[in-house]
């Protein structure tokens, strides 16, 4: 190994202990080598897996870089190797971008020897020319990390140019199949890195996070051929991440003689010869397929896990089928005679696939049921319905269905007593959704059937004692959780019986225009008190009805004389105004003469 752990935590502590302001100074140099190198990877190339742009990039701008810094290597007719040395870093204002020649090579390698990795799958010639490449970037490596070396420059750089080496030392010997020195070297790079990640400030954390996670697999992988504390379901889970995209070749390319002891498997008390290839590979990758879901973190991890599996298990029973097609004398049992060894395969390969399915559907339910509770504790829209669940479960009733139909299966007493049971236990589970959803449509009495029949169905699974997925807690839960249900659901029931009686004397709606507060006494469902604007009190009152107040300042009417007022009034015989119409005659002339 490069370096101990505790040289490690001691220079993360210089850099934890230093201000930021150091960086700027032009005695020190900081290099932050990861983030370097991966902004320039993104930027050229490697974000689409073209490592050809990115060795052109790095060639690019390692003659930049000498141009700028007159460090030529000869002219145009000659050639002089001229390699960056600490004199030209430890002098007064020294030029960092001296430290980033040797980065730049040793990327220029790297990158050649990754496109010569996607090229040694057609050409396995190719495979020396990449590990002479990881060699030569190992070397310019080097170079960095004893530059960085110098007293010029900060802890930081230090540790960045450490972890680097490591990282390529670690990168070579996977190549070679080196796995221990491998493990040795890339857990360094990731212990600096992590060290790193707890020293730096929050906004920076990010890209050394990716980078540990990164190193991961490999260091799975490492250990898994080393054989100390990995085993077939790292793999398993490792290609769930998507990791691995090739697992059989995996497998048969690491542990050959593991699938060659393989040669016959047990299932209920039978052995059978296990002649297919893939399918010897199939059985050795699910020996410990349960260990590896339990380490799954996630519902949804655990479920891809399942789903990967499926995919191999649908591969084998596809070897198996065409085996017997090849060979007729394998086909005896159709006509009912008994069941051949490579028949009892394929029922053993049937009942994984069906069991592992039925075990991902019970995932789906836990994955929906835990959506349905986080909905109702936070009041959102509610995504996930009742109605999504029983469908779940009428698919789980169906796999149960297929798998008491297996055949060679059907004369199994104990097997299709064990396959009852679970079809009780699923049975009981679809009934008390579907009163779930008839409740959320106020059918009272059927819900209350549901829940009833439910009770049966789970009531009877336990005495059997189902044994598969664990469900006897969850039916005594569910028994437990009916009752309450229940209850509710025929209260309710009663309570729209009455309002239903009280419609029917009384003619009118059940809806009260009365507020709250007047009907106290009175028991009704009245919706209107769940909305925004709920009838409890009239808070403006009705105009009502007040008698005048008396009449203080009219009485003295009654005794006043007044005086009269005959002489302002016109005689009786008083000459009236002709009025308009006799001026208008008199004015043209033909009204006549006045007598």
């Not at 080598?33 to 993104?42: E, H, K």
């Not at 005048?548 to 009034?569: G, I, Q």
């Amino acid at each position: 190994m490069i370096g101990s752990n505790a040289e490690i935590e001691k220079k993360s502590e210089e850099i934890s202990a230093q201000d930021v302001d150091v960086i700027s100074t032009p005695k020190i140099i900081t290099i932050e080598v990861l983030r370097l190198i991966r902004d320039a990877q993104q930027q050229h190339g490697l974000r689409h897996g073209d490592y050809q742009r990115y060795r052109g990039y790095c060639t690019r701008r390692i003659g930049r870089l000498r141009k700028a810094l007159k460090l030529p290597q000869g002219d145009k007719r000659h050639y002089k190797k001229r390699d960056v040395g600490v004199e030209l870093i430890e002098v007064k204002n020294a030029d960092e971008r001296f430290l980033h020649i040797p980065l730049m090579l040793s990327e220029r390698a790297w990158s050649y020897a990754m496109q010569l990795r996607q090229e040694s799958n057609t050409e396995p010639r190719k495979k020396f020319h990449l590990v002479n490449k990881l060699r030569k970037a190992l070397v310019y490596a080097q170079q960095l990390k004893e530059l960085c070396g110098s007293k010029i420059c900060d802890a930081r750089t230090k540790l960045e140019a450490e972890a680097y080496v490591a990282w390529i030392q670690g990168t070579l010997n996977f190549e070679l199949s080196l796995w221990k020195a491998a493990a040795e070297n890339l857990k360094h790079a990731q212990v600096v890195y992590e060290n790193l990640l707890n020293a730096l400030p929050e906004e920076e954390q990010t890209l050394y996070k990716a980078k540990v996670d990164e190193l991961t697999p490999s260091l799975r992988y490492c250990a898994y051929n080393i054989g100390d504390g990995a085993s077939m379901n790292d793999l398993i889970e490792m290609r769930a991440q998507g990791v691995l995209s090739n697992l059989d070749s995996l497998i048969s390319q690491t542990k050959s003689q593991s699938s060659e002891t393989l040669q016959t498997t047990e299932w209920r008390g039978r052995k059978v010869t296990v002649r297919p290839e893939k399918v010897r590979l199939f059985l050795l990758s699910i020996q410990d397929l349960d260990k590896s879901i339990e380490k799954a973190k996630t519902i949804n991890s655990k479920i891809e896990i399942i789903e990967n599996v499926l995919f191999d298990c649908k591969d084998a029973i596809s070897a198996v089928r065409d085996e017997i097609k090849q060979d007729p004398k394998l086909r005896q049992s159709d006509n009912g005679g008994p069941v051949s060894g490579i028949q009892y395969l394929l029922a053993y390969l049937s009942y994984i696939r069906l069991i592992r399915t039925l075990e991902r559907n019970i995932y789906l339910v836990a994955q929906a049921k835990q959506s349905l509770d986080e909905e109702k504790s936070s009041g959102e829209g509610k995504k996930v319905r009742p109605q999504d669940l029983t469908r779940l479960y009428e698919i789980i009733s169906s796999n149960v269905t297929e798998l008491q139909q297996i055949s060679g299966l059907e004369d199994d007493k104990v097997y299709q007593k064990e396959i009852e049971v679970l079809s009780l236990s699923f049975k009981a589970f679809r009934c008390y959704y579907i009163a779930v959803t008839l409740v959320g449509l106020k059918r009272w009495k059927e819900a209350v059937a549901l829940y009833v029949r439910s009770t049966n169905y789970a009531t009877e699974a336990l005495k059997q004692k189902p044994k598969q997925f664990n469900l006897t807690d969850d039916l005594k839960q569910l028994i437990t959780l009916i009752e309450g249900c229940k209850f509710s659901a025929h209260a309710y029931s009663v309570l729209e019986d009455d309002t239903s009686e009280e419609f029917i004397a009384s003619g009118k709606s059940q809806k009260s225009s009365k507020p709250l507060f007047e009907r106290l006494s009175e028991y009704k469902e009245d919706q209107q008190l769940n909305t925004k604007n709920p009838n409890v009190f009239q808070l403006t009152p009705e105009m009502e009805p007040i008698p005048c107040k008396p009449l203080f300042f009219d009485l003295a009417l009654n005794f006043v004389e007044f005086p009269s007022l005959d002489d302002k009034l016109d005689s009786p015989g008083a000459k009236k105004g002709a009025g308009i119409s006799g001026f208008v005659k008199g004015f043209l002339g033909w009204g006549g003469a006045s007598k």
